[in-house]
């Protein structure tokens, strides 16, 4: 819903100076977080998400674990400080919404039945918030799970799609989120374009859906080329005896 | 076991409850029935059944939306409703429920919010939707988001005097201000294979469900994947979105 009266589109350029269809600054590195067994720190602008990832480990007390498969676990949260209207620590609807649909989004990569009665956790601290922070989460839980070595089918990467102004654009900014006719949160894996997350919520004939789905399909397998960067890049650091 | 006969049948394309895999249970919708809430519905989507209460109430509205309205909306997933329910907090299954249909509604902007505004800044329209399901039987959603919308357009305003900034909830006058219908279908894919108005034991061996708002112009307003372990394809999502606007139509019917 659009609050304010100001355009977002001028002469086909966004406010940040983006094309429509164009991603915003990112960055990616792994193994930054030197306690947990695997780590990511992502930013897409000025959204910055921190990851940890620990497990796979036993799950206590006893009677919670899945003889099958690990169980797993995950914990989405905003810094009180990532936003300009300090928010309340701890849990809030939203955050464990988005907690939810993030486990929901990882699951499908993850070979849960390696770990019969184990967990792994997975945290996702947004430090800065501007706009689509659940996918840029998951892009940060994936690559701290590939951290840590948990074994997975593919790197889920997560990008969001939406309308501004009459115009399908690419990553969302907060100013954009805020004020879009939609907004489109996904996740997938690039091989075999594989949807595992999907949220919407604005007003859209069912085409831009579809088109919108596409486009974010497509432009992700540039943030998949990223992420698998940043896994080289860790490794390559590292001395070979 | 019931999850490998409910494969099984989903194989040869065929359910437990003997519909087609595009067929909804037969729906019911009752309004008007919990004479204390302003606006309230009923709904029963087969043997699962959704009450939703609208109350309304006057309070500040929110300081980046000063001229607008304010809509809350919470589910309960009381232990009456099935032996899987537990007392206590909602849970995220609740939680996640009580936002996917507030989405459907706020962003579909099916009220006019602006309606709402009593004094710019000071004071406006709560409307608060409380979801109460009575017995679970599955596809929570799709029967809580038609329950809130029946409700919405049941409610009416309770008298408000300005002078004395008091509410008469004995005289209701005036419906609320709301510019469409929008309701939600909810797939659920099993066996690589997608289905609509999944049961319990269905979703129970879901891969994955898609819920889909769609309003009654045929546009979308909502989406929601949800449920399972598993993924879609781009073309089951196009799909999904296909037949869940054709079968939107006969929600909507039930609004009339």
Partial sequence: MKKIEEPLIVDGKRIDGRKPEEIREIEMRVGVIKNADGSALVRFGNTMVVAAVYGPKPLLPKHLQDPEKAILRCRYGM?????????????????????????????????????PRAVIEVYAEVLQADGSTRVTSINAASLALADAGVPMRDLVVGLSGGKVDGTLILDLNGKEDNNCEADIPMGFMPRGEKITLLQMDGDLTPEEVKKIIRMVIDAGKKVYEEQKKALHAKYEKEEVV | MMEDYVLELIRDGRRVDGRKLDELRPVKVETGIIKRAEGSAKVSLGDTVVLVGVKLDIGEPFPDTPNQGILITNAEFSPIASPDFESGPPGEDAIELARVVDRGIREGKIIDFEKLCIKEGEKVWMVFIDIHVLNHKGNLVDASALAAMAALLDAKFPKYDPEKDELDRETLEGKLPINHKVVTVTLAKLNGKMLVDPIVDEEKVAEATLTIGVKEDGKVSSMQKSGGRGWFSYDEVSKAIDLAISKSKELLKHLE
């Fill in chain 1, 79 to 115: 810094a009180p400080f990532s936003v300009p209207e300090r928010a309340r620590p701890g849990p809030d609807r939203r955050s464990i919404e988005i907690s939810k649909v993030l486990r929901l989004a990882l699951e499908p990569a993850i070979f849960l039945e390696e770990y």
